[in-house]
């Protein structure tokens, strides 16, 4: 298999006032294309802090080893490739959902593609990606919802339309941070069921969690003690 995405001895330390708290001291992790896996742990242990350092959203300490995305090292990409890497290769779910209340499902399912595009292309492309996005956003169980605005759908739609805006790029991997974590058993069921389809159809997939029947769903399980992967 080949090796998609890799933290190598990892360390991120959050500075309180004064006080330096090491969070990870040296994680360690590789994702295979194509697999999914779940990083457990248990509240605090720095399983939100490691996915962001994946996905670029976040710097490492200085005296960090690197994060690798095929083979390159992200803190040697410049801005512009920072941007495509956090924009393209990688797509985020948040336990919160994010989206944004004042546009409807298709409009926060077609937003990452549109950052930037000139107005030129947004004009040229505009119908080919809303077909894209409606295509998309029906795959994941919402084409009756497209002109609905989030505050009007459930806890899971809000999730599906999350996992379609993450999926719109078409990522080389997707990470999701508790993506069930708001929603009861059998709403986050139906998530964990959608995200098991895209990754049944090739996707890479990261995903934390702290519930251990939502872990069982991935393929391989990594956990987080003292700052270390185990
Ligand atoms: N921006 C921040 N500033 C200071 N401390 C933080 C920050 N983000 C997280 N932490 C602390 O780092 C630790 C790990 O956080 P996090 O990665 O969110 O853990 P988890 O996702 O496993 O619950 C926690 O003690 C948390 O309070
Ligand atoms: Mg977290």
Redesign the pocket.
Known sequence: MNMLLEADHVKKT?R?GRVD?P?LRGASITVGEGEWVAIV?S???????LLHLLGGLDRADADSGPVRFGGEELNRFGARRENRYRNRDVGFVFQFYHLLPELTVLENAMLPALVGLSRLRWISERSALRKRAAELLETCGLSHRLGHRPAELSGGERQRVAIARALINRPRVLLADEPTGNLDIHTGGGILDLLAERHAAGLTMVM?THDAAVAARAQRQVR?VDGRVQ
């Open positions: 959050y309180l708290v969070v742990g509240s605090g242990s720095g399983k939100s802090t934390v987080i």
